[in-house]
């Protein structure tokens, strides 16, 4: 008879498949699942143009603060205003006599007439973002009149003939590109009347950054302008923007304190106008107070940790928490001023997140508004990872993947909680399986999964995620498994649990009373239960799987966390004491790595594996035989009662080597039949 591997006895046909109650409310069309974001923001239009300083605000592959409920459009890089300015024919028989050099050949025949003023006739935004790079960094030259074209000298050292520069170096230069802005002002709301225009005052930062940390030089080899060259250039940036205030209009300020040109940009590009986030969040909040000027978009409101604020009453869709004398401009501000951690957690019992910080202003949007580059299911923010290869070797799986901390002094919620890491898990487990990575975005540092007072039904929805994807991916309730250590280990061992899922928990904080003290690190107090022993017993009191199909990960000398898990109901689950020289939780992950892959591997898999008594046990029509072996005398067929060969492999044997193989398995054997697939033969 066939026997499950890792079954204990008796069990192992037995086990009763559990679906959750409020599980059977749900439709099974995984194509209905709808967030409950809030739409009202969606209005605000904005189209930007200029340089990445201003195009790339609003990518959320590069700025992780925006949320993405705005409608943007952006304009084609690296023009001069005057180019916009000018007769796109008389630019283009310009474009025809340089077809010779195809980079520059391309850039000047674009079309602006479609791809500015034809878009922006047909957009009509609110707000349009622009900056000035290309006028200070590579003027123009001017070809007659009234025609002005971009002196792109990325592209081309040459001027033609005939020609007048027109640049820095130029009488009055500024004064003439505020006239310039002042007729393209006058043009723009001719087409789009309501429009405002923001001008972006970018600047070439003094500064390097690495992963948003000021360094104290550049790395040469990736910035090549001298500080001579890179004060030049600010200082017209500069005095644009002087002019440009003192004829009243809107401007985004440029902060040379916290901004800097970083180095690990998330493109993988490195220049001087691909900033740190902090230059992101920065002319983001300023975008948005000038359309709240213009009542276009959010409603921001800036409050000050020292100033007592009924945050209760608070409606606005961003608030700015403002910590006075704060260098550090991270979450560790919050561990030793008491009041700011304070309005911090109020806020987050409000609904609010942090999400990012504006110098020594925090960040703070409603946990309803927030949206990133990945999918969310009723609040769920989640990311699904496809099997490594698309071959069907077996039925699929699915392993749920709980988050665990990510850098805890980030200021960026999905920095802190829904963090990439375990790159190559797709690489360490069986074949055929999916992964659904839930952040836990949910208070300030996650609420390790668990539903809170602002999000009461947080847990069902995790659930209901859960058996959607299993659904849309044909996966069995005996196939999946949930996973995740520390904080995750938390969640897995929570939601396992609740869904009657295999799971395996490591090192899971239960009981948070040592982070609680002194500084509540982990955010939870008066937003969530600090000791979640009682939650997570509950749960595993109604767990019905073998206790052979819920493990806890973990090590006594690690007394801090082990004698928590000591607490809970040790009869529904196996809780595996490592014997490890390990004395600190925050080892623990990095450290059992390959233990934690061995026992998912084990959950995933076991009813895919079976032990093998006797011929009997075999799947149907027995091993598979291959022609060349059975020919060359390499089987042994002495407890082969029965074998199956491919189709596809007696087509592809030369027919020599099949007829001497039909010889060997006709002394012996008799055909059994045939399928789509195989050839049975069966003992005579």
Not at 48 to 71: L, R
Not at 470 to 488: E, F, H, K, L, P
Not at 565 to 589: A, E, I, T, V, W
Request: glycine content about 6%.
């Amino acid at each position: 008879m066939r026997e499950n591997l890792y079954s204990e006895s008796g069990t192992g046909s037995s086990k009763k498949k559990h679906v959750p109650n409020f599980i059977k409310k749900i439709t099974s069309d995984f194509s209905e699942m709808k967030s409950k974001l809030s739409k009202k923001n969606s209005s605000l239009k904005i189209l930007t143009m200029g340089s990445p300083a201003s195009t790339y605000i609003f990518d959320q592959k590069i700025n992780e603060v925006y949320n993405g409920n705005y409608n943007v459009q952006k304009v084609k890089e690296f023009y001069t205003l005057g180019h916009f300015l000018s007769n796109y024919g008389d630019i283009k028989k310009y474009a025809d006599t340089v077809k010779q050099n195809s980079d520059l050949y391309e850039f000047l025949s674009w079309d602006f007439e479609v791809g500015l003023w034809e878009k922006l006739k047909n957009f009509q935004p609110d707000l349009l973002v622009f900056d000035m790079f290309s006028d200070i960094y590579f003027g123009s030259f001017n070809s007659g009149e009234k025609t002005l074209i971009t002196r792109n000298f990325r592209l081309t050292d040459s001027m033609p003939e005939n020609t007048v520069l027109f640049n820095t170096k130029t009488t009055n230069y500024v004064e003439k590109l505020v006239e310039e802005v002042e007729t393209f002002e006058k043009r723009v709301k001719k087409i789009s009347p309501k429009t405002k225009l923001v001008f972006n005052s970018m600047r070439l930062p003094n500064h390097m950054s690495k992963d948003g940390v000021i360094q104290d030089e550049y790395d040469h080899d990736k910035y090549g302008l001298s500080e001579k060259k890179i004060n030049g250039y600010n200082r017209n940036l500069g005095a644009l923007e002087r002019r440009l205030a003192e004829k009243g209009y809107d401007l985004l300020r440029f902060d040379q304190k916290n901004s800097a040109a970083e180095v690990n940009f998330p493109s993988g590009e490195n220049w001087y106008y691909l900033y740190n986030q902090n230059y992101y969040t920065d002319v983001q909040c300023q975008i948005e107070m000038i359309a709240q000027k213009y009542t276009l978009g959010p409603t921001i409101k800036t409050i000050d940790a020292n100033i007592d604020e009924d945050i209760s009453q608070l409606k606005q869709d961003v608030v700015l928490l403002n910590v006075p004398n704060n260098r550090k401009n991270s979450m560790r501000v919050f561990e030793k001023n008491i009041p700011a951690r304070r309005i911090a957690l109020a806020l987050a019992g409000q609904d609010y997140v942090l999400h990012g910080n504006r110098g020594s202003a925090y960040r703070f949007v409603k946990r309803t508004e927030l949206k990133s580059q990945f999918p969310i299911y009723e609040g769920v923010h989640y990311r699904i990872i496809s099997p490594k290869e698309s071959k069907k070797y077996f039925e699929n799986h699915l392993l749920v993947r709980m988050l665990s901390f990510g850098v805890h002094e980030k200021t960026s919620i999905f920095k802190r909680n829904f963090q990439f890491d375990f790159r190559n898990l797709k690489d360490s487990i069986a074949k055929n399986t999916y992964i659904l990575e839930i952040g836990d975005i949910n208070l300030i540092g996650g609420s390790f999964y668990t539903s809170t007072k602002n999000f009461p039904d947080y847990e069902q929805r995790i659930q209901e995620l859960i058996f959607k994807i299993a659904q849309n991916y044909n996966v069995s309730t005996d196939n999946i498994v949930i996973y995740g250590a520390s904080r995750g280990g938390t969640g897995a061992v929570l939601h396992g649990a609740l869904g009657n899922y295999k799971f395996v928990g490591a090192d899971p904080v239960i009981n948070d009373t040592q982070w609680y003290y002194p500084f509540d690190s982990h955010f939870v107090g008066g937003v969530r239960e600090i000791d979640l022993t009682d939650k997570v017993s509950n749960a595993l009191n109604n767990y019905s799987r073998p206790k052979d199909e819920g493990f806890i990960l973990s090590t006594s000398n690690v007394g801090l966390t082990f004698s928590s898990h000591l607490r809970l109901p040790l009869n529904k689950f196996s809780l595996l004491d490592l014997g490890y020289d390990l004395f600190d939780h925050g080892d623990f992950n990095g450290k059992t790595v390959p233990i934690q892959l061995s026992y998912i591997n084990r959950l995933l898999i076991q009813n895919d594996l079976d032990v093998i008594k006797d011929c009997d046990d075999l799947p149907k029509g027995g091993a598979v035989l291959e022609v060349k072996n059975v020919a060359q005398g390499a089987i042994n067929f002495e407890k082969l009662s029965c074998f199956r060969i491919r189709l596809s492999d007696i087509k592809n044997s030369n027919k020599k080597l099949y007829n001497k193989a039909k010889r060997v398995i006709a002394a012996k054997y008799k055909r059994a039949g045939r399928d789509k697939n195989f050839l049975y033969f069966r003992v005579k």
